[in-house]
């Protein structure tokens, strides 16, 4: 067993230290979207990161050899959940929640974990000389397409995209040949009408109104409509902090979850907005540089999805709320208020943790 003082040294603190960041300025706008008070998120939001500082911690000191041992039972374990949520899930006109003990808990979150783990441990196992066949390919079809059904089913459109693209990305560093990438991005087009047909109207919606978001700026628009005018009225540096119009005149909508990308910006103006966009980077690119200090392939296509996931967390809320993608629901990570997201963040910086302690190259 490792000693305490050497797993202590390995813990890559500079990316909880730029996780703290976020965190510091999430509980900031948080405070600020709920006019100059810690209830009802702020407050929240920063004792949530306490107990996600706590998740790393405890994932570093945890041998990485045992994640990888788990990995196929907690991928049963996740389609499971994901299929009684179907029945049993809360939420307005959706099924996407389980409520135990007062708490509530959005399983699709951590399902982006499972699928990056037992895609790098199916990887990890396949013999070198077999990355050529398309028989290799076959089982990750049933590895990512139930669980990505089985979000889409829920209706969480947003979520099952991340964890679908996901999984391409680490798919495509494990090697798979040019040519399936080929065949499967025109299978994907193709698969396009058939999955418009399947959208519910208000996915379809959403998408029609992000090509032409002035046709209905009162109706399906506003959102969108509402979050342009207040990036724009930022301008470079932002209006100061409390003194968002849009936000406090509630004129912007999910301000405390989806669109507080939005409020920051308004608030902050441009700067403000690049300086999160910054830390992001610097995060991923930490994490995208233990991959390459690892030891197993496992550890290093793990690493590498998670990366992977936190850049689709920022880039997918980024772009949905400045208009470059349709509304999709999709949080901006360790920013926007919600427990299950923020712990799923912070789980993954545990396991990129634990590669880096007990499974690096020396």
């Known amino acids: 067993m490792m000693a305490v003082g050497k797993v202590l040294v390995r813990i890559p603190w500079h990316i909880i230290f730029l996780a703290g960041i976020l965190v510091v300025v999430g509980s900031l706008a948080l405070y600020s979207a709920s006019e100059g008070s810690w ?3 702020a407050g929240r939001h920063a004792m949530r990161a306490g107990a996600g500082l706590a998740i790393v911690i405890v994932f570093a000191f945890i041998d990485f050899k045992y994640i990888r041992a788990i990995v196929y039972p907690l991928f049963l374990a996740t389609i499971i959940v994901l299929i009684l949520l179907l029945f049993i899930g809360t939420g307005s006109g959706v099924s996407r929640w ?9 399983p699709s979150e951590p399902a982006k974990i499972a699928v990056i783990l037992v895609l790098a441990r199916y990887f990890d196992e396949q013999p070198a000389d077999k990355f050529q066949s398309i028989l290799t390919y076959l089982p990750t079809l049933v590895l ?3 669980p990505f059904l089985l979000v889409l089913k829920q209706p969480d459109l947003g979520t099952a995209l991340m964890l679908f693209l996901g999984a391409v990305a680490v798919i495509f560093v494990a090697g798979i040949p040019w040519r399936y990438v080929t065949i499967a991005f025109i299978s994907g087009c193709a ?8 959208l519910h109207a208000y996915q379809k919606a959403r998408v029609m109104t992000f090509l032409n978001p002035e046709a209905d700026m009162l109706g399906t628009g506003y959102q969108i409509t509402q979050s342009k005018i207040a990036l724009g009225s930022g301008g470079m ?21 989806d669109f507080v990308f939005t409020m920051i910006g308004e608030e ?18 930490a994490i995208l540089h233990i991959s390459y200090r690892v030891a197993s ?18 880039f997918v809320n980024v772009a949905m709320v400045t208009g470059l993608l349709p509304v999709v629901g999709a949080p901006l990570p360790l920013i926007s208020y919600g427990g299950t997201a923020m712990l799923t963040v912070f789980a993954g910086i545990g396991i990129v943790a634990s590669a880096n302690v007990h499974d690096r190259i020396e």
């Open 39 to 41: 209830v009802p998120w």
């Open 98 to 106: 389980i409520t135990v003990g007062g708490f509530t808990f959005q």
């Open 144 to 146: 990512v397409g139930v």
């Open 191 to 198: 698969a396009i009408p058939v999955l418009w047909m399947n």
């Open 237 to 257: 540096f932002g209006k100061g902090f409390l003194l968002g119009s849009q936000t406090h005149l509630n004129y912007l909508p999910e301000k405390q979850t």
């Open 268 to 285: 902050f103006g441009l700067v403000g907005n690049l300086f999160i966009m910054l830390i992001y980077m610097l995060i991923i690119a």
């Open 297 to 314: 392939r496992f550890a290093q296509l793990t690493c590498v999805g998670i990366a992977v996931m936190l850049f689709l967390y920022m």
